[in-house]
């Protein structure tokens, strides 16, 4: 079978496989067989799930690493691929099972012109990047020591096939989660002045989060936050003595992140207090930013160029993906691969087209060979 052919096959077998963060157990097996069978090396760390590959040049050059991440998500698949997920309630409806094989297409292709390849490529099958912290359980291998630069990519429906976003600077977002807990002092709801109603805090204190993106970020700075859940009391005629809220921070730059985190936590108990209530926030850091190399993002562009495809300017999205962690090691690029224009990631009848399979393997390929 010619390689285009197989990469499909693979495709349309991880793509009926698919499984959730930490899950990735077939998926594994499956990469590893694949590889094992074409005569890659596998790294001997001890991951539960996920795995590395090793080409090995027969040239010096630096160690360079590439990333692809394998998990799906808990969604139910709506889409009519003869190939539809076999798994109820899961589904690769955010690209992975496209990103491994465009990994694993790029293996073979590297490992046929191991004779002329200059350094070593690192090929990381990433678990659990929906979790935001798979990059945690490759990183404890020391992996990425010797590594000098790391590449990501990502399908994107935005764009047609044939088509890469690409651009220098800040790409995907830091995403912090927070916890906010009011206390006030419960009461009959017919009797408020008996008690601290923690709901009017609760209120206020959601109106005032808002300003620290108007009143406190730079206006061309982008910046979010979304209270997501609001939660007090359990019928309606007691004033409940707590309230809890959660929810979500996205910034872009390293110090709005700080300042964000600072700022939220003055505002919840001084508001708080300002009541007579209590308030603490828990903040629990995700992934930064994902920031595309200057130099990197130069040579991404001449390759693709050279490669066919059209470049445009990558768009940037609230979203996060834990490849920052690795960025926060080496020099990294994260390139969107166009993959059909149609359903958003993350949407039941978001699908890949198969002819950017091996075109991207090919780039990949030639990104990593290509030393200048
Ligand atoms: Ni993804």
């Known amino acids: 079978m010619q390689i285009e052919e197989r990469l499909i ?8 496989h698919p499984e959730l963060a930490y899950e990735e157990y077939e998926t594994t097996a499956k990469i590893r067989e694949i590889l094992e069978g074409e005569g890659v090396e596998i790294l001997p760390y001890e991951l539960e799930t996920g795995l590395v590959a090793v080409v090995r040049g027969e040239k010096a050059g630096a160690v360079q690493a590439l990333r692809c991440d394998i998990d799906a998500l808990p969604i139910q698949e709506e889409t009519e691929l003869d190939y539809a997920s076999e798994y109820d309630g899961k589904m690769h409806a955010c690209g992975h099972d496209f ?3 465009a990994g694993i297409g790029c293996a073979l292709l590297l490992e046929e012109r191991k004779r002329e390849l200059a350094g070593t490529v690192k090929i990381i099958f990433q678990p659990a990047e929906e979790s935001s912290l798979g990059a945690f359980k490759i990183l404890e291998t020391g992996v990425m020591e010797d590594v000098e630069r790391i590449w990501g990519l990502h399908a994107d429906p935005t764009n047609e096939a044939g088509v890469l976003g690409i651009r220098e600077g800040y790409v995907t977002a830091a995403v912090d989660r927070f916890v906010i807990r009011v206390k006030g002092i419960g009461c009959h709801g017919a009797h408020p002045d008996d008690g601290i109603d923690p709901v009017p805090v609760a209120a206020a204190i959601v109106q005032a989060l808002q300003t620290v993106v ?10 979010l936050i979304s209270v997501t859940r609001l939660e007090a009391g359990n019928t309606w005629n007691v004033i409940s003595e707590t309230a809890v809220m959660e929810g979500t921070v996205r910034t872009m730059d390293r110090e709005d992140r700080i300042l964000f985190e600072k700022r939220m936590g003055e505002i919840v108990e001084n508001t708080a207090r300002a009541y007579g209530a209590e308030a603490k926030m828990e903040w629990i850091a995700g992934p930064p930013a994902t920031y595309n190399d200057g130099e990197m993002v130069k040579r991404s562009i001449g390759v693709a160029e050279k490669c066919g495809f059209l470049v445009v300017p990558e768009e940037s999205a609230m979203g996060g993906d834990d490849f920052s962690f690795y960025e926060e090691k080496k020099p990294g690029c994260y390139i969107k691969v166009g993959t059909g224009k149609g359903q958003l990631i993350h949407q039941p009848g978001f699908m890949v087209d198969k002819k950017v399979i091996l075109s991207t393997a090919e780039y990949l390929a030639e990104l990593l060979f290509c030393q200048t």
């Open 9 to 16: 096959h693979y495709f349309k077998w991880f793509h009926r």
């Open 214 to 223: 108007s009143r406190n970020i730079n206006a061309f700075h982008p910046a």
């Open 99 to 101: 990103h491994i094989v």
